[in-house]
T-cell receptor, first 116, second 109 residues
Framework: DAGITQSPRHKVTETGTPVTLRCHQT?????MYWYRQDPGHGLRLIHY???????DKGEVSDGYSVSRSKTEDFLLTLESATSSQTSVYFC???????????????FGPGTRLTVT | QQPVQSPQAVILREGEDAVINCSSS?????VHWYRQKHGEAPVFLMI?????EQKGHEKISASFNEKKQQSSLYLTASQLSYSGTYFC??????????FGTGTRLKVLA
């Protein structure tokens, strides 16, 4: 199994509070991703990183920011949590292959976030 | 644009076969398949490359037709352990990744 952990695994927070989720990898993979998963919506990309300090937005990035100051850590911050951000959040890592650009993803265990 | 999978859900008896399709409106250069069991994270199953190459994983195989922008996952002689939600995934840009809509598979004894 790929060495990838997420913390916390469960969190309950109140509307309006900031929340930071952490993804940590020991695989030294270049690419890291944050997804949210909601019933009926599958896996939706929030933000991704293609290197230290290199990040970009996914399809549902509003209300979220990320930072990556080290290869092994990718942080997801909810600036001011809302009830619509109640979800399961998955981090994924992806190795850099050769010029064929083949990026399968390996997932962390997920964080269940509830915003009340 | 999210790849569309079909069917959305399927119920099988042990030993039966199933096919799950993944169709994209954009060109596909490679397709990946994942399985997610209830309450767990998705797990990578296999990579499909251009050229219609088939890959296998136990009794699960897949094909990829880049002209039709489609991939199909074949589950042969299904087992109870095959139950879960299957996703296809692909790159939409240099680094940006997207998953299909998902197919829920349930295998009954």
């Amino acid at each position: 199994d790929a060495g990838i952990t997420q913390s916390p695994r469960h969190k309950v927070t109140e509307t309006g509070t900031p929340v930071t989720l952490r993804c940590h990898q020991t695989e030294n993979h270049r690419y890291m991703y944050w997804y949210r998963q909601d019933p009926g919506h599958g896996l939706r990309l929030i933000h991704y990183s293609y290197g230290v300090k290199d990040t970009d937005k996914g399809e549902v990035s509003d209300g979220y920011s990320v930072s990556r100051s080290k290869t092994e850590d990718f942080l997801l911050t909810l600036e001011s949590a809302t009830s619509s951000q109640t979800s399961v959040y998955f981090c994924a890592i992806s190795p850099e292959r050769l010029a064929g650009v083949i990026y399968e993803q390996y997932f962390g265990p997920g964080t269940r976030l509830t915003v009340t | 644009q999210q790849p569309v999978q079909s069917p959305q859900a399927v119920i099988l008896r042990e030993g039966e076969d199933a096919v799950i399709n993944c169709s994209s409106s954009k060109a596909l250069y490679s397709v990946h398949w994942y399985r997610q069991k209830h309450g767990e994270a998705p797990v990578f199953l296999m990579i499909l490359l251009k050229g219609g190459e088939q890959k296998g994983h136990e009794k699960i195989s897949a094909s990829f037709n880049e002209k039709k922008q489609q991939s199909s996952l074949y589950l042969t002689a299904s087992q109870l352990s095959y139950s879960g939600t299957y996703f296809c995934g692909t790159l939409t840009g240099t680094y940006k990744y997207i998953f299909g809509t998902g197919t829920r598979l349930k295998v009954l004894a």
